[in-house]
């Protein structure tokens, strides 16, 4: 009994960060998660993946149980914690040895399948000291636990690795198992620069996530842009749609702003997966009407400020406006990449809709009450891996997918609003390879396709 005591207690490892960046008393801890978790909203679908802080919670807390809310309505039976090695300088990335975590009132249980995958692979090894006082996984499975207290951890601390082993890693983990993982990338942003200065600089890392750049992601950024940019250029990962989930500074808690430490929470989907709640849709189109009205009425849309606004709209997004009237097309206009708020993008691009588009005559203020207002929401374009035509053309679905064709120096692009004329999927190729100068039928190894999604919903919804 006593050798198989002494084993169990082998198995587990032992908070270390309990009692300093969240309370080291089970019901203290539990009540602790529940407030960061209080007026956190489940995602409008299931994230495939989060960025969450991990500072202590009485600084980044909420910002975490914003991110780990977002996840409420999933079942994921695997999550991935990728955390930056904050005290422990190795090489690669590093797996605990046990086969659980014990924190106050509760244990996680480790993955053990998937750490022999990758260990096995080459891809991480076990290095129980890269996990014996790493802050940024601990603070995220008292979260994880509430939420999902069934799924099972795998944890992930990143040393000395370059992007392209962690994307991976990222992509061995989902195809191992026939439900891919929930990853959650630990990370905070800026460190101690003055409140403005970071104000700046997180304003920049936000930009950088939310317009797909990983690349120019660096630690200055974020602690965990190693975790980023790793699972940003991953198969799994790329093109994902991303959304912004709320941003916060130490000074905030603090009050010094002299030194001061930035925290932000992002909600990453499949570019297939719906990604804006009810509200927030009544409430873009709302602006893209009172946009319209005020061009048209005052002679000068209004001058519009991303703060204050609801955070989702804050999100660098690109889009697409479509004003019919009486069912027939009045105007569409709209961006193919984000580069601003979606919030200014979307009342930009309905004014535009309104009087550049070159195919129609300037809308004018006595037709406003008959237009009817649609917008689509783009996601980045990602690669489709298709083998053939055939291959392709199963896996377009009308009416959401944009395609981007490219071979032979030429370059064809169809926006989803497309399919409304060409609803079946061999017209809708044949149309896109002749816009693109390509011939009838051409397929060839270095044929290039991308796929960007839209979220589209009008005011007739």
Known sequence: MGEMNRQTQISARHSAMAGQFFPGEAASLARAVEACLEGALPAASPPRAVISPHAGYPFSGRLAGAALGATQAAAPQRIVVLSPSHRHGFNGVALPSQDRYALPGFEAEIDTSARAALVNSGLAHVEDAAHDREHGIETQLPFLHRLHPNARIVPLVIGRARPGQVAAIVDALAGLFDLPPLFVLSSDLSHFLTLEQARVHDAETARLIETGK?????????????????????????????????????????????????????????NTDKAFLQGDRAGLLETARGALRARLEEGAAPALSADGLPTAWQTHGASFVTLTKNGRLRGCLGTLEAHRPLVADVADNAVKSALQDPRFPPVSARELPDLSIKLALLSSAAPLRCADEAELLAQLIPGRDGLILSDKGRRGVFLPMVWDSLPEPPAFLAALR????????????????????????????
């Open 434 to 461: 002749q816009k693109a100068g390509l011939p009838a039928g051409h397929w060839s190894d270095t044929l290039q396709v991308e796929r960007f999604c839209a979220e589209g919903f009008s005011e007739r919804d």
């Open 214 to 270: 990983p690349d120019a992601l660096t630690g200055a950024h974020a602690c965990g842009a190693a975790a980023i940019h790793g699972f940003m250029s991953s198969a799994y990962g790329q093109g994902m749609r991303v959304q912004r989930l709320g941003q916060a500074n130490s000074a905030d808690v603090t009050g010094d702003a002299a030194r001061t430490v930035g925290y932000g929470a992002w909600a990453f989907f499949a």
